[in-house]
């Protein structure tokens, strides 16, 4: 698969298969976040990889929206310093989650990044230092309905170029 297939065909799976990922697919996922771009190349980031059923279920907590956590056959928790000090920690964050997502996507696996609310809680879930802050994190898997891999964009589903692009100036 392409990058540009890997975009257009990408879909937010949040129900997963309990299946788990080899050890190959796992770290070639943590790879593509961690060879991700970042600003002046400062890599201001760590990731926690969590496979253990107990911890993803109990991370799930954490956010409203959060309880694919529990399900995934892996979490990765998006470590950042301190994001008020400078905007770009999470725009760097947001990349590294990108790139593993289409990682994941190109080896068949499923992801939806998910927003961590009670970020002192997954703090004492997972341990991490306090000069650690933790927003967002990730699950992967593969998709509970395989068809998820292969559905054809939905008809109407992103907004069009001519919609989001100003061409010089507004």
Request: with cysteine; hydrophobic share 45%; proline share 5%.
């Amino acid at each position: 698969m392409n990058v540009s297939d890997a975009i257009r065909l990408k879909r937010a799976v949040r129900k997963f298969a309990d299946t788990s990922l080899p050890d190959d697919v796992v770290k070639a996922i943590l790879n593509a976040g961690r060879r991700s771009q970042s600003s002046k190349n400062t890599q201001t980031w760590q990731f926690i990889a969590i496979r253990d059923k107990a911890v993803l279920k109990e991370l799930s907590t954490c956010g409203e929206w959060a309880g694919h956590l529990a399900g995934a056959a892996m979490g990765v928790a998006i470590l950042t310093p301190n994001p008020s000090e400078k905007f770009q920690i999470m725009f760097d964050a947001g990349q590294a989650a990108a790139f593993m997502q289409l990682a994941a996507w190109e080896l068949g696996v499923g992801s939806v990044p998910a927003s961590i609310y009670e970020p002192e809680k997954a703090r004492g879930i997972l341990g991490f230092p306090a000069e650690w802050h933790l927003r967002i994190a990730l699950s992967f898997g593969y998709p509970l309905e395989e068809t998820k891999l292969s559905a054809p964009p939905k008809k109407g589903g992103r907004v069009s170029l001519a919609d989001v692009v100003h061409w010089d100036r507004w």
